[in-house]
């Protein structure tokens, strides 16, 4: 009962605490929502694609005033995953089954500007512009089964990757309650080897 009441009577202090303005302002965010590639659709009854998933972004900036600011993030970006499955007639009464896999898998590093309309006291449109520093793994797998002792099944897989820095660019709306702010925003991410767009919902904080 003592532990109680002395939690209720500390309740309301804990409602009113406020963490202190820094003495250098920045904010710092996270987003999350659903990337896709920018890659042909399907054309083969064969294969599958999946070129969508969920990702995530967490970010960092520093406000030069209400209506420009530096920023940095890091965004991990779903995957681009790719199937084939195909048969041939073999040497035997089984047709030959060929499997053939592609996974890539991104994320990578921005630093850019963000420009911020007011519309109102609460609400802004806004831009952002930056480089971005790409990561990219491509994982294969090739299976080969001909069902027939004188030939040899085939298994390979292999693996590589590609870096590079090329552009990121995103439009949003963001609502902003003293020093919390949500958002949603559109974004493109470039890389040499596809473009990936994402939409995701997010909030940061301003210390």
């Known amino acids: 009962m003592a532990v109680a009441t002395i939690a209720a009577s500390l309740l ?3 409602c009113r605490a406020e963490i202190p303005k820094s003495p250098i302002p920045f904010y710092i965010g ?7 590639y920018d890659y042909p659709n399907n054309d083969l009854e064969s294969r599958s694609i999946d070129k969508s998933g969920f990702y995530y972004q967490l970010f960092a900036g520093y406000p030069i005033n209400k209506y420009f600011a530096i920023e940095a993030g ?11 499955k195909q048969e041939f007639p073999g ?3 089984k047709n030959v089954n060929l499997y053939r896999s592609s996974i890539q898998d991104n994320y990578g590093f921005r630093l850019g500007v963000k420009a911020s309309l007011p519309l109102t006291s609460h609400f802004a449109l806004y831009g952002k512009a930056s480089f971005f520093n790409w990561h990219s793994t491509i994982d294969q797998k090739l299976t ?3 069902y027939d002792p004188a030939i040899a099944d085939v298994n390979q897989s292999e693996s590589y990757s590609d870096s590079g820095t090329d552009g990121h660019y995103a439009i949003g709306i963001q609502g902003t309650k003293e020093r919390l702010s949500i958002f949603i925003e559109h974004e493109l991410y470039q890389t040499e080897i596809e473009n990936i767009y994402g939409v995701n919902l997010g909030v940061s904080y301003r210390f």
């Open 12 to 14: 309301p202090l804990f």
């Open 30 to 36: 996270t987003g999350v929502g659903s990337s896709s």
């Open 74 to 84: 890091f965004a991990d970006l779903s995957k681009l995953e790719e199937v084939i």
């Open 91 to 93: 040497t035997t009464d």
């Open 144 to 146: 080969i089964n001909y």
